[in-house]
């Protein structure tokens, strides 16, 4: 069974400040870097092109309207996002080539059931459920997953070409250990509508590795 409640030890974790809660900073004697500000444009721009693309590839794949907009776009750390999805969740381990790193794409149970019942045509699916997914639920997320990232594939193409697999499938991210909780990461989250259903998709990427990747983006904006 799932615990709901956090330990003790869990709380000190997420709520301690983090020591890196945002980019690095420029030295004291420095002025802030005006290339900070192209990042986080070009940062936007990318993924709201992506949650376009989303939008067209659910709508296919749930044969029924699905509206992703991107959100926000947050600098936190690792203990805010595994902290910050329900339990259960489906979270999808992400290896990315050739930076050579893992991130994160979690999806709220309230939007992904919707999504899979619409996908075996089910004209009335059921209310969405907290629970675990199925044997058969948890291969056709990973295909929706493998489907995303080609779209997100296509996003960065024209900044550096990415090989991205799902490694696996967790479904609570409490228990993920991928690297200490005051990590420095990049926090994406979008909302999705399917119909009444409401939910949304976030990603979670690792900021050190992934620093030379946003300035390429913002270089070839």
């Keep these: 069974m799932y615990r709901e409640r956090l330990t003790s030890d869990e709380l000190d974790v997420l709520l ?21 500000t192209h990042i986080d444009e070009a940062l936007a721009d990318l993924h709201a092109r992506f949650a376009d693309d989303l ?67 089910c004209d009335l699916p059921e209310p969405a459920q907290q629970r675990p997914l199925t044997e058969i639920e948890s291969s056709l997320s990973t295909l ?12 960065w193409q024209h900044v550096l070409p990415l090989g991205l697999r799902v490694a696996r ?8 250990r991928a690297m200490s909780g005051s990590e420095p990461v990049c926090l994406v989250r979008y909302d999705v509508r399917c119909g009444r259903d409401q939910g949304w998709i976030e990603l979670c990427i690792p900021w050190k590795p992934t620093q030379r990747l946003r300035e390429r983006l913002a270089a070839n904006r």
């Design 169 to 176: 499938l967790e479904f609570n991210t409490r228990q993920m």
């Design 55 to 121: 939008s067209t590839l659910l709508s296919e794949l749930a044969r029924n309207e699905v509206v992703v907009k991107l959100r926000e776009i947050v600098r936190g750390t690792y203990a805010q996002f595994v902290f910050g999805q329900t339990v259960p969740t489906c979270c999808a381990v992400v290896l990315a080539v050739p930076i050579e790193t893992e991130f994160f794409l979690a999806i709220r149970p309230s939007i992904l059931f919707p999504l899979l019942d619409r996908a075996l045509g």
């Design 16 to 36: 301690t400040p983090s020591q890196v809660s945002s980019p690095p900073s420029a030295p004291a004697e420095s002025s802030p870097r005006e290339s900070d």
């Design 144 to 155: 929706l997953v493998e489907q995303m990232l080609g779209k997100s594939r296509e996003a």
